[in-house]
C-alpha cells in the first residue's frame, strides 16, 4: 500500500561489520604470490616508463629543444616578477600541486590553478606577465580546455602531456606556435593494458619526475646557489633542521674534569713517583691524564711518550720537555667560548714570538668555569693541528 505520514518505515535489516573483515585469513601460498607477483609489475611499469622518458630526453633533439625552451620561458617570466601558474585535473593536479610546492622551495613564484575553481572566479589570479603549465595526460581534458578561451593570447603555455608531435596536441590549435611548449610525457604502455584499469600511474610517475627535472634545473640556472635558496624557504622539519646551524660546541664540552685525574699513588719516594707507577696509573684512568701530585698534571700525550723510555723506573721529576706541567703553567681559556673562537685566539697569539713560546706542542689548557676556578683541562693538540703548532711563522 502506499506510505503515508504515519507509515512506519522498517529498519534496514541489513547490519555491516565495525570492522571490515580481514583479506589475508586463510590466505595461501599462491595468492601470496600472486599479490607480490602484481606489486612488483607495477613497479617494474613505472620504472620502464622512467626508462623510456629518460631515453627521450637523452637522444631525441625535438625533446631537448622543448625543455631548454620551457627552462628560458619559466625563468624569463620568474625574472620579470611573474608567476608560474599550474593548472590540472584529478591525479594529474595533485602532480601540478608538487611542482608549484617545489618550484616555491626555490624562491620561484608560482601557484596552483584548478581548473574548475578557474571558472568561478579563479581566472583573477593570472597575470599577464605569467606562464600557464598544464599537465594533462591525454592533451584534452574537458575541464582544461574549456580555459584556453577565457586566457590572456599572449600567455605562454607550456604542456607536459603524452603527446610528442605539437601539431596533436589539442591544448595549442587555436594558439600561437611562438607562445607554446610542448614537453612530451609519453608511457611505453598504455596503464588500461599493464594494469586491466586505466587508473593514473606510470603517466604520473613521468609526468612527476618530467617536472622534478624542470625545477631543480630552473633553480640551478636562476640562483649561483640554489641550496641556500632552498634551506631558506624550508627552515621547518627534518630538512630544515639539517640545515639549522649546530650550536658551537664549547670548550667545557670536550675538557677532563681535574678532579676525576687519578693522582700516582706512590708518592712514598724521595725523588717522587717512578715512570712505571705513572702508567699504571694512566691505565686506569678514564681519560688517560694522570696526576703526580695535586698541583701537576701530565696529558695523555706525554703518557704515551714516557711508556717507550727504556728504564721506567727513573723518577719522573727527571724529565723534562714538559712531560709534568704545573698547574700555574696551564693557560687559561674560558670554558663557555667555542671550540672556534679559542682556535682563532691561540692563533692569533701564536702571530707573536711570545704567544708561540707558551702556546706550543705540550701546552696544557685550563679550562676556566662560571666560578673562575679551573676546574677542566685539555691539550692543545686537541684543538690546533699539530703540523701549525709547529710552525715558527
Excluded at 55 to 63: E, G, I, R, T
Excluded at 100 to 125: C, K, Q, W, Y
Excluded at 333 to 359: D, K
Aim: with cysteine; aromatic share 4%.
Amino acid at each position: 500500500m502506499p506510505l503515508s505520514c504515519c507509515t512506519k518505515v522498517q529498519d534496514n535489516p541489513l547490519r555491516l561489520p565495525l570492522t571490515p573483515p580481514d583479506f589475508l585469513d586463510g590466505l595461501n601460498k599462491e595468492a601470496d604470490d600472486d599479490i607480490i607477483n602484481l606489486a612488483t609489475h607495477v613497479i617494474a611499469t613505472e620504472r620502464d616508463a622512467l626508462t623510456n622518458l629518460h631515453n627521450l630526453y637523452h637522444s631525441d633533439p625535438a625533446a631537448q629543444r622543448s625543455f631548454k625552451q620551457a627552462l628560458h620561458v619559466i625563468g624569463k617570466t620568474s625574472k620579470q616578477g611573474g608567476r608560474v601558474i599550474v593548472t590540472g585535473m584529478g591525479k594529474s593536479g595533485k602532480i601540478g600541486q608538487k611542482f608549484v610546492a617545489t618550484l616555491n622551495s626555490f624562491g620561484i613564484r608560482s601557484a596552483f590553478l584548478h581548473p574548475t575553481e578557474a571558472m568561478h572566479g579563479d581566472l583573477g589570479m593570472i597575470g599577464l606577465d605569467d606562464t600557464l603549465v598544464f599537465l594533462t595526460y591525454s592533451g584534452r581534458t574537458p575541464e582544461v580546455l574549456s580555459l584556453l578561451s577565457h586566457l590572456p593570447a599572449t600567455l605562454p603555455l607550456v604542456a607536459v602531456t603524452s603527446h610528442e608531435d605539437f601539431c596533436s596536441c589539442p591544448l595549442f590549435t587555436s594558439r600561437s606556435s611562438e607562445l607554446c611548449t610542448l614537453l612530451p610525457a609519453p608511457i611505453p604502455r598504455a596503464e588500461v593494458e599493464a594494469f586491466g584499469v586505466p587508473t593514473p600511474t606510470s603517466s604520473t610517475t613521468t609526468a612527476l619526475a618530467l617536472t622534478d627535472a624542470l625545477a631543480l634545473v630552473l633553480a640551478r640556472q636562476l640562483h649561483p646557489n640554489p641550496s641556500a635558496i632552498f634551506h631558506h624557504y624550508h627552515p621547518g622539519g627534518a630538512i630544515g633542521a639539517s640545515a639549522a646551524p649546530a650550536e658551537p660546541q664549547l670548550m667545557e664540552s670536550i675538557a677532563t674534569r681535574v678532579n676525576d685525574v687519578p693522582i700516582i699513588e706512590d708518592r712514598q719516594r724521595q725523588s717522587g713517583p717512578i715512570i712505571l707507577n705513572a702508567l699504571l696509573t694512566a691505565a686506569r684512568s678514564a681519560s688517560g691524564w694522570v696526576r703526580p701530585s695535586s698541583d701537576t698534571i701530565i696529558a695523555p700525550r706525554q703518557i704515551q711518550r714516557i711508556g717507550r723510555m727504556a728504564n721506567l723506573n727513573q723518577p719522573l721529576s727527571s724529565l723534562k720537555d714538559m712531560v709534568v706541567v704545573e698547574r700555574l703553567d696551564w693557560i687559561s681559556i674560558p670554558g663557555a667560548n667555542s671550540i672556534q673562537e679559542a682556535q682563532q685566539w691561540i692563533l692569533h697569539m701564536r702571530q707573536t714570538s711570545r704567544g708561540r713560546t707558551f702556546l706550543k706542542s705540550g701546552t696544557i689548557l685550563g679550562i676556566v668555569d662560571s666560578q673562575q676556578c679551573v676546574s677542566g683541562v685539555v691539550e692543545i693538540e686537541e684543538i690546533i693541528d699539530e703540523d701549525q703548532l709547529q710552525q715558527q711563522l
